[in-house]
């Protein structure tokens, strides 16, 4: 892991989903086993 950069990974487990639903996920499937998932989560 870079200390310089600020990059929450999630690798013991899932985490609770926030209450106030403001949460999108957005998946992506390619060719040769190229998968992506991109978590947002609204910050006020």
């Known amino acids: 892991m ?17 209450d106030g639903g403001d949460l999108v996920l957005s998946n992506s499937f390619g060719f040769g086993g190229h998968n992506a998932v991109l978590a947002l989560r609204r910050v006020s």
């Open 2 to 18: 870079d200390d310089g950069i600020d990059l929450d990974v999630v690798r013991d487990g899932p985490r609770p989903l926030p």
